[in-house]
């Protein structure tokens, strides 16, 4: 069941962000879910990119109840954006991909999450990302952990350390490059490589059932915002193509190459 007001949050207080976009991920990951069992249209946007019903109306529910909770804390969000909506981001910021891996979600896949991130300076604090289609939710921050909530309950998770047998890594199904790709492995010992969509991939080296994953083309910022967060909360690290920690504010909010690592992958 949706809730139809949100109680009022300080911008101070991690815990309570935390829980926040913990419940809107939630929510929003049952309006996907009854859009994609009712079924729906697939548009195209100016950019190339696939948009459906389910983007934008998870969107719209996160955003407000983002706002309505703490005004003083911007939200910006992938469609909105696209839309040529500017919001001024200040020191702290949500930033929220509402549907990420449109492509899987139109085509009947499973990987396609919904992200809500927090940022301050230039840094992803916190963050939730829910896998509507597995029935998983991972919520992590600084200071807080990182854990995922299912069926089961609440589990603790932190990224492993690989094994002598090689890098279990994971690559984009959507975006790969292997002469890229082979670059990047090079000199690596790899166990196993599987292909998947959107931040699936992110929460899979989180919870240290994958080591490596190097996205090697462009992303937006809300696309790692979230995933980041709880990432490094579990021990892992997103690191750009310098090898520094992902940092965010950039020009058109675009990230260049990066990969992501569990413990000392």
């Given at each position: 069941m949706i809730l139809s007001s949100v109680p009022q949050v300080s911008p101070d207080d991690d815990r309570a962000l935390l829980a926040?976009?913990?419940r809107l991920a939630s929510e929003a990951a049952e309006i996907i879910n009854e859009i994609r069992a009712r079924g729906f249209q697939t548009e195209i946007k100016a950019d190339a990119s696939p948009v459906t019903e389910a983007d934008r109306a998870s969107e719209r529910h996160i955003l407000r109840g983002l706002r309505d909770a703490c005004p003083s804390l911007p939200a910006i969000g992938e469609e909105e954006m696209s839309a040529g909506v500017e919001v001024e981001a200040g020191h702290a910021y949500w930033l929220v991909d509402p549907l990420d891996g449109t492509?899987?979600?139109?085509?009947g896949g499973a990987d396609f999450t919904v992200n809500i991130?927090?940022?301050r300076g230039e840094h992803a604090v916190l963050g939730v990302v829910a896998l509507p289609a597995h029935g998983q939710i991972y919520a992590g921050g600084q200071g807080l952990g990182a854990n995922r909530y299912d069926a089961?309950?609440?589990q603790p998770i932190h990224t492993a350390k690989p094994s002598e047998e090689g890098l279990r890594v994971l690559?984009?199904?959507h975006y790969g490059n292997s002469e890229l790709l082979d670059a990047w492995l090079a000199g690596r010992k790899v166990l196993s490589l599987e292909k998947m969509g959107s931040s699936v991939k992110f929460m899979r080296v989180a919870e240290g059932t994958a080591d490596f994953y190097p996205r090697?083309?462009?992303?937006m910022e809300w696309d790692t915002c979230a995933p980041q967060a709880i990432l490094e909360a579990a021990g892992g690290h997103l690191l750009d193509e310098h090898s520094a920690?992902?940092?965010y504010g950039k020009p058109g909010r675009l990230n260049?190459?990066?990969?992501?690592?569990?413990?000392e992958a």
């Open positions: 926040l976009a913990l492509r899987d979600f139109s085509s991130g927090l940022v089961s309950g609440v690559a984009s199904r090697l083309g462009p992303t920690p992902m940092r260049a190459s990066f990969y992501c690592t569990g413990s």
